[in-house]
């Protein structure tokens, strides 16, 4: 019997996807952070946003019947962006996909969505309990959802991790990160409404025309037109955009922590030993 072939296998490296997946599971916080996103996202009553979340979750890429797939000359040269690039479709993992460049980013870590992830969506519910017991404003707690689940969704399609364990810089699209306009050409492919679509857009800026530029660059890659911008500012929309704060002190952490810890999967398993989150500032200089 030739063994050589079972030996060679063990030997092989390991995909980095699959160690990410392994990484992110042992880490405490990031599991937990992930399911309890999982649950969220099963308990949004409407059936159709329901299913379209969570097919995101499972999923989380550029649907391959996008039009910029089939053109992407076109699409570089509607948008202006001669270097736009694309990644391959269906092939995500939220629970394993970082939620920054592992360098010098935030939450550059495997399981580092879902912790990002989870915070913003606490934020916005806190922020939406502000409004509500200062101002009497109820908002869609189904809106806030889905839009903070979905915005840094597409991070892993566009900070995939290498074989030495790094990930980013992150191509940008529209003149901000290229998972935001992913992320909303996702939406579109996916039939998410148009208002849900602005209020996921004002993540990164509450600004009604960098929304709409994103919205149309959005729109090019998903469908090979510009879409009509519903330019309609809304709470909810004001309230995604702060939530998504979190990423200011914990890139300060993040940051604090890779200028001590050791590089690549070694400051992951490091992660793991501790069993703790990165606001450890008594780990900083």
């Not at 993040?254 to 992660?271: C, D, M, N, V």
Request: proline share 9%.
């Amino acid at each position: 019997m030739n063994l050589l072939p079972f030996f060679l296998l063990l030997a092989a490296p390991k995909d980095p996807g699959v160690r990410a997946r392994e990484v992110a599971a042992k880490l405490p916080f990031a599991h937990r952070a992930y399911l309890e996103l999982r649950r969220e996202a099963a308990a949004i009553p409407d059936p159709a946003l329901r299913a379209a979340v969570e097919a995101q979750m499972l999923t989380p890429s550029l649907p391959p019947e996008a039009w910029a797939y089939a053109h992407l000359e076109e699409a570089r040269r509607l948008l202006g962006e001669p270097e736009l690039k694309l990644p391959p479709p269906r092939k995500g993992d939220f629970l394993a996909a970082p939620g920054g460049p592992c360098e010098d980013g935030h939450h550059g870590y495997p399981g580092g969505l879902s912790v990002h992830s989870l915070t913003n969506l606490l934020h916005a519910r806190g922020l939406a309990a502000t409004y509500k017991h200062v101002y009497g404003i109820e908002v869609h707690d189904d809106q806030l959802t889905a839009a903070v689940i979905w915005h840094d969704s597409l991070k892993a399609a566009t900070l995939p991790f290498r074989a030495d364990g790094s990930c980013g810089p992150e191509p940008r699209i529209a003149g901000t990160a290229a998972h935001h306009v992913l992320g909303l050409a996702a939406g579109i492919l996916r039939h998410l409404p148009s208002d849900l679509l602005y209020v996921i857009a004002a993540a990164h800026s509450p600004d009604p025309k960098l929304i709409c530029d994103w919205l149309a660059a959005a729109s090019v890659i998903a469908n090979g037109e510009k879409m009509t911008c519903p330019a309609r500012q809304t709470v909810e929309a004001f309230i995604d955009h702060f939530a998504d704060a979190d990423y200011a002190l914990t890139g300060l952490s993040w940051t604090r922590y890779t200028s001590q810890a050791p590089k690549g999967w070694a400051r992951y398993e490091a992660l793991v030993q501790d069993g703790n989150d990165l606001l450890l500032f008594s780990r900083s200089p």
